[in-house]
């Protein structure tokens, strides 16, 4: 006949293997970081590179994308917003329409043109492949956008502001 104490041995042991399945092996927390390269734009007025403004009454879609898709409707003021970049080409282009009454009726829009190289680099074994992007030239139409720079000179994966686009704003007396 088998002792109480060989019967209650084995349970302690099944608790701890039943305790380390439950625990997950493998994970992709390197992965929930930015590891994808995702521009970052802030709006400023022009000739103040350090005053960030709202820009209300605009709409800001792709041009050339499948499906021209409108990345914002204008339905809020924004001060910054990502302009994802098409990994599969070395341009991509966005129109800036802007939707108050008066500019709409003249159909006054501005485009914007990002030239650049892609540079894949490898983040691991888990997440992948990324795309840095090395900026060749920033062209724009000039309506109300002023100009648009790339400080670093490079969009990666850090996330942080990395394109500055500056508006001609009227001056507001202050």
């Known amino acids: 006949m088998k002792s109480l104490r ?19 092996g493998c994970t992709t927390d390197e992965c929930l970081q930015n590891k ?14 350090e ?19 409108i990345l914002f409707d204008g339905s809020n003021p924004i001060s910054s917003i990502y302009l994802p970049f098409r990994p599969d080409h070395d341009t991509t282009v966005y129109i800036f329409q802007y939707l108050h009454k008066d500019l709409a009726a003249a159909g006054v829009a501005d485009t914007i043109r990002f030239v650049y190289t892609r540079n894949p680099r490898f983040v691991s074994s888990a997440c992948g492949v990324s795309y840095v992007f090395d900026i060749e030239n920033i062209e724009s139409t000039g309506m109300l956008i002023d100009s648009v720079v790339s400080p670093q000179g490079i969009i990666d994966n850090m996330d942080s502001e990395n394109l500055k686009i500056y508006f001609s704003v009227a001056d507001d007396g202050n």
């Open 51 to 69: 005053r960030q403004i709202s820009v209300d009454s605009l709409k800001i879609y792709g041009y050339g994308a499948p499906g021209d898709s």
């Open 6 to 24: 060989n019967i209650l041995l084995p349970l302690p042991a099944f608790i701890i293997v039943c305790l380390l399945l439950s625990v997950p």
């Open 36 to 49: 994808t390269a995702l521009p970052y734009a802030g709006l400023y007025a022009s000739g103040d590179s």
